[in-house]
């Protein structure tokens, strides 16, 4: 599925490279795991080749598939009238949270337009914060490496996008 030195993906951490594939042996079963090394933090974790994609690791994305989340970006985000006792936040948190699991790139670019233009009608609280720049930080560190710029670019880019 991936191979040494390929740069993949991993839901809600950002991207990571594939460092080794190891054999290890767990009980009677002997299994392949990928090793990856996180880019921009000091993480390293194995995941069973078997089950590396029930957990959402996949490929970086295409210049094409970034040229289509600029688009996304760029669209206004659903109106959410955020008076209504039914929007609260835990409940879009767990909506967010769920998009975020997917690691679907796209996903998470609706995630951040939403939050924007939350930010722009009213202060977030201290989650919403915390996940607009989580968001943030996973779209540029994408974005920086499909597009071969530096990642505060790839922020600069995604925020004067979003409007």
């Known amino acids: 599925m991936f191979s040494l030195k390929e740069k993949v993906v991993y839901p809600g951490h950002g991207v990571a490279e594939v460092t080794r594939i190891l054999e290890k042996q767990i009980g009677l079963k002997k299994s392949s795991f990928f090793e990856l090394k996180f880019l921009n933090k000091d993480m390293t974790i194995l995941i069973p080749v078997e089950n590396a994609e029930n957990v959402g690791l996949r490929p970086l994305s295409s210049s094409q598939s970034i040229h289509d989340l600029f688009v996304v970006l760029s669209q206004p985000a659903p109106f959410r009238n955020l008076d209504a006792p039914t929007v609260n936040w835990s409940k879009r948190n767990k909506e967010y949270l769920g998009k975020l699991r997917t690691g679907d790139l796209k996903e998470i670019c609706t995630i951040y337009r939403e939050l924007r233009h939350i930010s722009a009608r009213k202060e977030l609280s201290f989650g919403e914060r915390n996940l ?32």
């Open 132 to 163: 607009l720049q989580k968001t943030e930080v996973l779209l540029a560190e994408e974005i920086s490496i499909v597009e071969n710029i530096g990642q505060d670019q790839a922020v600069e880019r995604v925020r004067h996008l979003v409007l």
